[in-house]
């Protein structure tokens, strides 16, 4: 077997953000795309053992142990694969980390993806939820994205209209058991006009001095506030928002307005949507800074579920079970998660 190394029974700790303890029956790091094929053929994987692709594990709650495999992809080659005076392509293989990216294109003079900056997590993840971040996604960007099918045991190159790309969403979010994303392509400007309307990016530029932005002085901006914002997953363990902002019609979006002046509400996926925040409904349920044992809401943005140490995944759910039935019972508002929750199901309307 070339192009994969497979171990047994390993520890996940270290490979998640959330930092719980869990461990993959079998765990497969892969060097060459190539020899998926193989790999999926391999003995354990035919007999039916479930798999799952692991970047950098920034977007899992670990629940269980794995009983299947890990496939860890390490190809993290970029390079331009065609160039002229006005942009290039890029292609970047699905091991890369997302903000090493980031800012390798904004070192060759390409633009698009500042307001992305200092997102975790590697570049195969990137269109699985179609990440964004300060009012760009990563969709925008993205010309195609190349990805091995289970199904077919082939490499596919998939294109942006074929991705359906939409709030934290995407084709092969809603097919988990049937993408293996092993590149992606992305189509870059040299030249557009910069996004800083995102609340406290104009604020942040001059704080820095700065009075003639340019990309390099966004990226650097977001990545202070998010720096402030956000818990640092290396001291403390989350995985960025637990919950989407859930999306709900005018009507509704005024309904709860009315009874609750100050939520805030913004621009939805449609003309007849909006988005509505989940964080200040959860904050308003009095969970802001909660903490029971090592598992908690962090203080500084309530959208985030904290692992002070040693919390497990299964408490860590329960607890965003508990948030989820509150803020449901205050707003009838259903909250969905985020993560990808590894080992058990979210029923985000259940009673405890
Ligand atoms: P993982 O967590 O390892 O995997 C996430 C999902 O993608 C899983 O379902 C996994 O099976 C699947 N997957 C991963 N790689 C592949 C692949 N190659 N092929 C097929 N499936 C794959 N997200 C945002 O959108 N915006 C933000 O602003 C943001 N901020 C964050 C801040 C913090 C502090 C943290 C911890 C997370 C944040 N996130 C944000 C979430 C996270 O960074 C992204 O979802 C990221 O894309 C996850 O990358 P990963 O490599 O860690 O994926
Ligand atoms: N707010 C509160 N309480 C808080 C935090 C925020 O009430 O503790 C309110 C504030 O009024 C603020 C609003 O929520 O105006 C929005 O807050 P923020 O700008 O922090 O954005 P968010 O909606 O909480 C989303 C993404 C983040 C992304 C930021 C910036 C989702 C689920 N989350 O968060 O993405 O970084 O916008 O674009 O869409 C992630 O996906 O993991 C993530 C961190």
Redesign the pocket.
């Known amino acids: 077997m070339t192009g994969f190394q497979l171990a047994e029974n390993i520890s996940l700790q270290g490979r998640n953000?959330f930092r719980v303890p869990a461990r993959a029956a079998m765990l497969a790091d892969v060097t060459d795309a190539d020899s998926l094929a193989e790999l999926f053929d391999y003995a354990m994987l035919r007999d039916g053992n479930p798999v799952?692709?692991?970047?950098?594990?920034?977007?899992?709650l670990f629940a269980d142990d794995y009983p299947g495999v890990v496939i860890c992809?390490t190809m993290a080659g970029m390079r331009m694969i065609g160039e002229n005076s006005a942009g290039a392509l890029v292609r970047c293989e699905?091991g890369a980390n997302?903000n090493d990216l980031v800012g390798w294109t904004l070192a060759r003079g390409l633009v698009g993806l500042e307001n992305m900056a200092l997102?975790?997590?590697?570049v195969?993840?990137?269109p699985?939820?179609n990440?964004?971040?300060y009012g760009a996604e990563a969709g925008e960007f993205i010309e195609t994205v190349e990805?091995f099918r289970r199904d077919t045991g082939q490499i596919k190159r998939v294109t942006k209209a074929d991705c359906e790309f939409g709030y934290?969403d995407s084709l092969?979010k809603r097919e988990?058991d049937v993408?293996?994303?092993t590149a992606v392509e992305f189509r870059l400007p040299r030249e557009r006009e910069l996004r800083l309307d995102y609340a406290g990016v104009h604020e942040e530029l001059a704080a820095m001095g700065v009075t003639q932005a340019r990309a390099v002085h966004v990226a650097e901006a977001i990545s202070r506030i998010r720096t402030r914002k956000?818990?640092n997953?290396a001291i403390l363990g989350?995985?960025?928002?637990f919950f989407k902002n859930p999306i709900v019609t005018i009507d509704q979006a005024e309904a709860l307005k009315s009874q609750h002046p100050a939520l805030p509400i913004f621009p939805g996926v449609s003309a007849d949507s909006r988005k509505i925040s989940a964080a200040w409904m959860i904050e308003s349920c009095g969970w802001k800074g909660y903490r029971e044992g090592d598992a908690g809401i962090a203080a500084q943005h309530a959208l985030v579920l904290v692992n002070y140490g040693n919390a497990s995944g299964a408490q860590l759910l329960d607890l965003a079970r508990r948030v989820a039935t509150s803020v449901h019972e205050k707003f009838q508002i259903a909250l969905e998660p985020e993560p990808?929750i590894i080992g058990a199901r979210f029923d985000n309307t259940s009673r405890e």
């Not at 997102?119 to 590697?122: A, E, K, V």
């Not at 989350?238 to 928002?241: E, F, K, L, Y």
């Open positions: 953000t799952l692709v692991l970047g950098e594990g920034s977007n899992l992809l699905a997302w997102i975790p997590g590697t195969g993840a990137a699985i939820q990440i964004g971040a990805a934290r092969f988990p993408w293996v994303v956000l818990p997953p989350n995985a960025g928002s990808r």
